[in-house]
């Protein structure tokens, strides 16, 4: 019916001593070769980017809107800031991104040349400066 784990074993035994020895030394290193190289597939591509917003006097920016794109292939993602001001891309692939920082009253900031590495996140914080009033132009009809 059934071999014993005791026969199992000699018959593996009986096998290696028929192997020639350069095909069981082939065996060997094909196996070791599959242990070493295994951790090597599972290493991570992606890594993220978290953050605050502030305004110039350290104060949080909630609810800030932030864009982030991919510099080589203009991947885009955007979020916003949570109440804490803060905010965080994760997986994302490896490569430079650049961060654009949009809040109503506030000048737009960009933040370039963001390297972003596998299995690590960056931070970057923005302080946004308040927005200048744009002028208006009032328009007076002369009869």
Not at 50 to 59: C, F, K, P, Q, Y
């Amino acid at each position: 019916m059934g071999k014993s784990i005791t026969t199992e074993a000699c018959d593996f035994e009986a096998l290696c001593a028929h192997l020639p020895l350069s095909a069981f030394r082939l065996l060997a290193f094909a196996a070791a070769v599959a242990l070493c190289c295994s951790p090597l597939l599972a290493q991570q591509t992606l890594g993220g980017i978290t953050g605050e917003v502030t305004d110039a006097s350290g104060g949080v920016i909630p609810n800030a809107k932030v864009k982030i794109v991919d510099e080589q292939t203009s991947l885009t993602r955007t979020t916003t800031t949570n109440e804490s001001g803060t905010y965080n891309f994760v997986n994302l692939p490896i490569g430079t991104y650049t961060l654009s920082y949009t809040a109503e009253g506030y000048d737009v900031q960009k933040t370039e040349h963001i390297t972003v590495q596998a299995n690590r996140t960056a931070t970057v914080n923005a302080s946004l400066k308040i927005a200048r009033p744009q002028p208006r132009l009032r328009w007076k009809l002369r009869p």
